[in-house]
């Protein structure tokens, strides 16, 4: 079962900074946090990943609260090409550990 | 990033037909894969995960006498979906692990099964 829960649905103008929060309170020593989106009808996309530090790449940065029970994906410059289903999920850092996904946030960029 | 490619990308069958779903690593190794199913507008939800020379795992309430992994390569998994229903028509997506890189899980585009 998901162990991560997101608000269903947001909103963000086109430019500005996208916050996407998540809470996994019962996050364990080993699981990492990862974030995929997926838009319509095609394969999720890996966004990023983190343990406990923040992450940054040329698609967004991770925040990790200090006692990893919540994080935040930030989209610093949000695009209509951003309007996607984003999941935040936690599992440990191993080929055969399996993802569950939670409904993950519906973000919308409006012109 | 590593690719995962999956064949076909479509498929319509008729009820009672079988109907069989290719995963492909294509750049990587990958001794696990793992296939899902999605409903619209619903989330992904794990059917099994599909281990390379060994048995498939299945998750709780998936038929695996109905959905038949095989996991012959190091590159290849097969979902074949048997005696397929209407209520078998879905959005088939696979995934893989990248051996030499333990975190990201690579997807592939998924197969859009409808069955008549």
């Known amino acids: 079962d998901a162990k991560t829960t997101q608000p269903p649905s947001m909103d963000c103008a086109e430019g500005r900074a996208a916050n996407l929060p998540c809470n996994h309170s019962?996050?364990?020593?080993?699981?990492?946090v990862y974030w995929y989106r997926q838009i319509h009808s095609q394969g999720p996309q890996y966004i990023i990943h983190?343990?406990?530090n923040n992450e940054t790449n040329e698609m967004a940065s991770l925040i990790i609260t200090e006692d990893r029970k919540s994080s935040t994906l930030i989209l610093p410059h949000a695009t209509l090409r951003d309007t996607a289903v984003y999941y935040c999920?936690?599992?440990?850092?191993?080929?055969?550990?399996?993802?569950?996904f939670g409904t993950g946030t519906s973000l919308t960029v409006i012109p | 990033g590593a690719v995962v490619s999956q064949h076909p990308s479509w498929v319509i069958c008729k009820s009672g037909t079988s109907v069989k779903i290719e995963c492909r690593s294509l750049d990587f190794q990958a001794t696990t894969m793992f296939w899902y199913r999605q409903f619209p507008k619903q989330s992904l939800m794990l059917m099994a995960t599909s281990n390379e020379g060994s048995k498939a795992t299945y998750e709780q309430g998936v038929e695996k006498d109905k959905f038949l992994i095989n996991h012959a390569s190091l590159t290849l998994s097969t979902l074949t979906v048997t005696s397929a229903h209407p209520e078998d028509s879905s959005f088939y997506i696979c995934?893989?692990?990248?051996?030499?890189?333990?975190?990201?899980?690579?997807f592939g585009p998924g197969t859009r099964l409808t069955v008549t």
């Open positions: 995934s893989a692990r990248d051996q030499g890189r333990t975190y990201e899980q690579y």
């Open positions: 983190g343990l406990k």
């Open positions: 999920i936690v599992s440990p850092p191993n080929t055969g550990n399996q993802f569950y």
């Open positions: 019962t996050i364990s020593g080993n699981e990492y």
